[in-house]
């Protein structure tokens, strides 16, 4: 009688279905807290992984920006075959830890970060025939910058009377900065009420504006990094009085009617 193979004598004798035993599970870890690194230094993404590495091991790290899908990564450098192969935009500043990343430590060396790395960076290993459980670790990174020298600007009637908004905005820093506007020299401090600001949008509504609101402002951003600042000058003017009536033309002047023109009547004799 021919002897059977193992999970077809077990269907055979038991009426069960019997599978082979799975290959050793891939195991990627990284912190779940995000990450952060001043500009112009060096990030360091970590990731370990747990599996039986074998010929066909693979890493792969890649890299997607803030707001946009997984799906829409970029790669950053690949291990397979024995071999490190960087690439894309980031590869001359790109390297691992340990290489070969053989040893369970698959951790992303990236130098002088730029505040475009800020991002979602991914650590991929891939090692048929281990079954995936875990084999995709997300990393965020959050790139440390001052703020980039604000823009002031205002808008609204700035004459005696008016309301006024000054707007300040960075359009780089990380920690997001916040925003402080001062009134510089030695003028009477105005009303209470009068000025309102926004530490957030960086915006400062004055309110019944008078001569002594003229003069010049100064917002600061700051955070964590450091600071920048703008100035602008503000110039309240007298309200204008309205236009009064066209005043009536003595008797006797010539009237201006449809085009043409007349003179009064004569009087009687």
Known sequence: MARLPGPL????????VCMTAPGRAVEVRVPAEPLSAPVGKTAELTCTYSTSVTDS????????????????????????????????????????LQNPPT????????????PSDTGTYLCQVNNPPDFYTNGLGLVNLTVLAPPSGPRCSQTGDTSVGGSAALRCSSSEGAPRPVYNWVRLGSLPTPPPGSMVQDEVSGQLILTNL???????????????????????????????????????????????AMGSWRSPPLPPL
């Open 9 to 16: 004598l077990c269907g055979a004798l038991l009426g069960l």
């Open 57 to 96: 091991f693979a890493l792969e790290w890649s890299f997607v920006q803030l707001g946009k899908p997984i799906s829409a990564s970029t790669p950053i450098l690949y291990f397979t075959n024995g071999q490190l192969y960087p690439t894309g935009s980031k590869a001359k500043r790109a390297s691992l």
């Open 210 to 256: 008078s001569r002594a609101s003229s003069g010049t402002y100064r917002c600061v951003a700051t955070n964590q990094m450091g600071s920048a600042s703008c100035e602008l000058t503000l110039s309240v003017t007298e309200r204008t009085p309205p236009l009064l009536g066209l005043r009536s033309k003595p008797l006797g002047w010539p009237i201006l």
């Open 103 to 114: 040893g369970g430590v698959a951790t992303l060396k990236l130098a002088d970060v730029h």
